[in-house]
């Protein structure tokens, strides 16, 4: 499998083609402007070449000098699940450290994972007992 492109935004890559309508609802989540207009700084990887592929596998196709210090992964349990919660996983500070978010948050975790003013770990750990960030 090649390396995921380089991208001056954080990646949200699909791996699941199963529910093309929970696709597009969880892209159309992260993409909601939030506050000012503020939106998050995301680019949406719709390839069918990562179908099926794992955190662990994506993992091993980061590129040197990939900019990000995550990836956001929109997998089988995004598109099955009501409320689309995406993957996040570390590429940085602790490699395939993951928690889910629901997608109205991205916003709020790239900007502030890429700004580096609260880590990985603060969000991970910030997750429902059943992983999932769902803010407060």
């Known amino acids: 499998?090649?390396?995921?492109?380089?991208?001056?935004?954080?990646?949200?890559?699909?791996?699941?083609?199963?529910?093309?309508?929970?696709?597009?609802?969880?892209?159309?989540?992260?993409?909601q402007p939030a506050g000012e207009g503020l939106l998050a700084n995301v680019e949406f990887l719709d390839d069918p070449a990562y179908t099926g592929t794992s955190a662990e596998q994506l993992l091993g196709i980061v590129p040197t000098g990939y900019a990000h210090s995550f990836l956001l992964v929109i997998d089988d349990l995004t598109v099955s699940?009501?409320?689309?919660?995406?993957?996040?996983?570390?590429?940085?500070?602790?490699?395939?450290?993951?928690?889910?978010?629901?997608p109205e948050l991205v916003l709020v975790?790239?900007?502030?994972?890429?700004?580096?003013?609260?880590?990985?770990?603060d969000f991970a750990e910030?997750?429902?007992p059943d992983g999932i960030?769902?803010?407060?």
């Open 1 to 31: 499998m090649d390396l995921i492109p380089l991208t001056p935004s954080v990646l949200a890559i699909r791996t699941d083609f199963s529910d093309h309508e929970a696709w597009k609802t969880t892209v159309a989540a992260i993409s």
């Open 81 to 102: 699940s009501h409320d689309h919660p995406v993957l996040v996983v570390d590429i940085a500070d602790e490699p395939g450290r993951q928690f889910r978010a629901v």
């Open 109 to 121: 975790i790239e900007h502030y994972l890429s700004a580096g003013e609260i880590g990985f770990a």
């Open 126 to 128: 910030s997750a429902d």
């Open 133 to 136: 960030v769902r803010g407060s």
